[in-house]
Each structure stands twice: as C-alpha cells, then as structure tokens.
C-alpha cells in the first residue's frame, strides 16, 4: 500500500509574513519511498517532475533514494489572511481548540482514575470478608470451609457458653470457624459431628457441643485432650 499523507502544518509554527498583515500557511504532500520506487515513478504519480523533486527534497542524486525515505512531492502556497484582525481569530481559534482538547483529556483522566479507585474498592471489598480453607474433619476426610466472619461466629460461640479452648482445639481443627461446614461424609457444623443441632444456629451449634463433649467425655477438658490424642473427636 502506498503510503501518502496530508501534513497539516500549524498557524503559529508554519506561517510567513509577507507584509503588514499578511500571512500564509504552506500545505505539503509527503510520500514514503517503497522498495523497488524511482524517482520518476514517483513523479509520474504525483503529476509532478525529477527535477521539482530534486529541488524540493535538496537531492544531491537523483538515482539515489531509499526505501521508507520521505519525500516532499508537492508544496502549495494559499494566502488565508490579509490583515491582523483575520489572523487574531485564527489564532484565537487555534487557542480554543487547544483549551477544549485539555479539559477533555484531563476529564478522560480523572474519570478513569475514578473508575480504578471504584475497582480497587470493589476488590477489597469482595476479598476482605470471606476466605477460603481446608479443615481436617474426624473421619479423616476434608471439608471446605468457608470463613465468613469468624470472629462474629467466634463471638457468638463464647457468649453461647463455649470456650476458648474447645474453639481452638475442636472447632478450628473440625470445621475452620465455620457454622454451614459439610464435609464430603456427611459431618456438619461447628464441631462436624452427625447431630441435627450441627445444623442449628450458632448458639444451637455451641449448646449441642458443649453438651455432646460433657456427655461423652465427662467434661470439655476430656472431649479436647481426646481430639489432641487421635485426631478426632
């Protein structure tokens, strides 16, 4: 594909002054050479001459250009102002536009700065109250656990008449801190047993325990030094 473009060169940085309020602005075609061009393909294309090409491009060989080279093909003159209050609007303009094209690129900034702090919160958001773990239960299986708001069912756990200790040796080991815990056996709750109050409440959950522990144990201290000793309880 041949490559040609337009140059549109700016008022301020390409204008010459011919007189008291004059001014021109210079347009130029530019086209870059391809492998296997000439100098007179080039100009037949361009309904233009060798010899304009030399002397617009300062070629010192005419037999001696190079692929991806850019050459100035043709260069018009227009006289677009004839005195200063024309060329006050023109630059005027030329202000505007520039004014317009920064607010909306700082608009454009700041909305996607908003949008990456509104996705960043988001993130946080989603991954701060759940997390995700793998507790040992007492038929030597796995239970996915997941541990939303532990400290809450901790809370809950202690007002309901549970301990510290039960928590830390029976529940966390058992279930991760998690009330809703099903094990691929069929163990559920807090202390992954096979009791309809596993499936209760919190407060239901720690009363059966509490309960389960001191009947069949004789006391909390004897359920937990039971599940020290072999694994489950």
């Known amino acids: 594909m041949n490559k040609v473009k337009e140059t549109a060169l700016t008022v301020a940085g390409l204008t010459a002054v011919f007189g008291a309020g004059q001014t021109a602005i210079h347009a130029a075609t530019t086209y870059t050479v391809e492998g296997g061009d000439t100098l007179g393909d080039i100009a037949t294309k361009f309904n233009t001459t060798v010899a304009d090409l030399v002397q617009a491009n300062n070629l010192k060989d005419a037999n001696l250009i190079i692929k991806d080279q850019n050459l ?23 202000a505007d536009d520039a004014t317009s094209s920064l ?3 700082s608009e454009a900034a700041a909305s996607s700065a908003a949008a990456s702090e509104a996705a960043a919160s988001s993130a946080a958001s989603s991954a701060a109250p759940k997390a995700a773990s793998v507790a040992s239960t007492s038929n030597g299986g796995s239970v996915q656990a997941t541990a939303a708001g532990s400290g809450s069912v901790y809370e809950q756990f202690i007002a309901a008449g549970g301990t510290a200790a039960l928590w830390q040796y ?26 309809a109050w596993g499936y209760g409440s919190v407060a239901q959950q720690t009363a059966g325990m509490v309960g389960y522990a001191t009947s069949r144990y004789g006391s909390i201290d004897a359920a937990i030094s039971f599940r020290l000793s072999h694994g489950w309880w």
């Open 103 to 105: 607010a909306a690129a």
């Open 72 to 94: 100035v093909v043709s260069e018009n003159d227009s006289e677009v102002a004839t005195s200063e209050a024309t060329a006050s609007d023109l630059a005027a303009q030329a």
């Open 170 to 195: 029976v529940v966390m080991p058992e279930s991760g801190g998690n009330p809703n815990a099903v094990s691929p056996n069929g163990y559920h709750g807090l202390g992954q047993t096979k009791n």
